[in-house]
C-alpha cells in the first residue's frame, strides 16, 4: 500500500498537481513568477501572504498620498498670487473703444498701447491713431488674404451703416527716406497720387479719371490730411507721420446705406487723427 501510494503520489506530481500547500501558478508564467511562487510554498502560506500584505499597504498608501493632494490643490491654487497678463507687442484685436458716447452718440476708438501690426509682431510701436464710430459699429477680423495683406491694421463694421479700413503702410513706397525719418504727407506727393498708388489694395482695382468726386486738404494738429470721395460711396481720410502713412476708408455698400447714413459716415471720415511725432 505504501508503494502504491507513493507511485500515485509520482504519478500526480508528473502530471502537474502542486504538492501540498503550495499557491497555484498559471499556465504560461514567466520563469522567475514559478521559482517566486515555489520559493513561497517553501515558507509556508503566512511567508508568501507577507509580500502581497506589504504591497497591498503601499498601494493604499499611495492612494491616500495621491487624492490629499488633490483635495489641496485648490487651496494651495487660492493662495497662490493672480497672474496679470502684460500686453506688450501683442498681436491681434485688443478692444479700444471707449466706455461711454460723445453728446452726438459717437464713441471713440483709440488704438490700443502695445498693439502689434494686423498680423503679427514684429511692427515697430504705431502711434495711437483715433477716430469716431456711432453705436453699433464692431471691430471684425483682419485677414492675411486682404486686398491690403498686412498692410491692414484694423477694419470696424456696421450692418445696417457701412465699413472701414485703417491701413499703415511704409512710406518707402513713394519715396525714400532715412533712417528714424519724420516725413509728412505732403512730402510723398499731391492728393491725387496718394489716392491712385492705394486704390488697387483698397479697392482692388485702380481708379478711373472721374472716380474721384471730392478731393481737398485739411490741416488738423500739426498734419495735413488729404481727403476724397471715390465713387460710388468711399470717403478717405489720410495722412503721414514718422516713416509711415495712414489711411481710413469708410464705405457704404449701397445707395441706400449711403442716403441714410452720409452724415455719420463723413463724422468717421472728419474725425480720424493720428498724433504728430514727438522728440
Not at 13 to 42: E, I, L, T, W
Not at 241 to 261: E, Y
Request: aromatic share 6%; hydrophobic share 45%.
Amino acid at each position: 500500500m505504501q508503494q502504491r501510494a507513493s507511485n500515485s503520489a509520482f504519478q500526480a506530481a508528473g502530471r502537474g498537481a502542486a504538492p501540498p500547500g503550495a499557491r497555484p501558478v498559471a499556465r504560461g508564467a514567466p520563469r522567475r513568477c514559478c521559482a517566486a511562487a515555489a520559493a513561497a510554498a517553501a515558507d509556508g502560506p503566512a511567508a508568501a501572504a507577507e509580500p502581497a500584505a506589504s504591497t497591498s499597504a503601499a498601494g493604499a498608501t499611495t492612494r491616500r498620498a495621491a487624492l490629499g493632494a488633490l483635495a489641496g490643490a485648490p487651496l494651495l491654487l487660492a493662495g497662490a498670487p493672480r497672474a496679470l497678463a502684460v500686453q506688450g507687442l501683442t498681436a491681434g484685436r485688443i478692444p479700444g473703444v471707449s466706455e461711454t458716447p460723445d453728446a452726438e452718440g459717437f464713441f471713440l476708438y483709440k488704438r490700443p498701447e502695445g498693439k502689434s501690426g494686423g498680423h503679427g509682431v514684429g511692427w515697430s510701436e504705431i502711434p495711437r491713431y483715433s477716430f469716431r464710430i456711432p453705436g453699433g459699429w464692431d471691430e471684425t477680423p483682419v485677414s492675411i488674404a486682404d486686398l491690403g495683406g498686412t498692410e491692414i491694421d484694423l477694419r470696424f463694421a456696421d450692418r445696417d451703416q457701412g465699413n472701414l479700413v485703417i491701413v499703415v503702410a511704409p512710406v518707402a513706397r513713394f519715396a525714400e527716406i532715412g533712417f528714424n525719418a519724420d516725413i509728412r504727407i505732403e512730402e510723398l506727393g499731391p492728393p491725387d497720387k496718394i489716392i491712385a498708388g492705394f486704390a488697387p489694395e483698397l479697392y482692388g482695382a485702380p481708379l478711373n479719371d472721374d472716380d474721384v468726386l471730392e478731393q481737398g486738404v485739411v490741416a488738423e494738429g500739426g498734419l495735413s490730411y488729404y481727403r476724397w470721395l471715390v465713387r460710388p460711396h468711399r470717403l478717405v481720410s489720410a495722412t503721414a507721420v514718422g516713416n509711415r502713412l495712414f489711411i481710413i476708408s469708410v464705405t457704404a455698400p449701397t445707395a441706400r446705406q449711403w442716403r441714410k447714413h452720409e452724415p455719420q459716415l463723413r463724422s468717421i471720415q472728419e474725425s480720424f487723427r493720428v498724433p504728430a511725432k514727438t522728440a
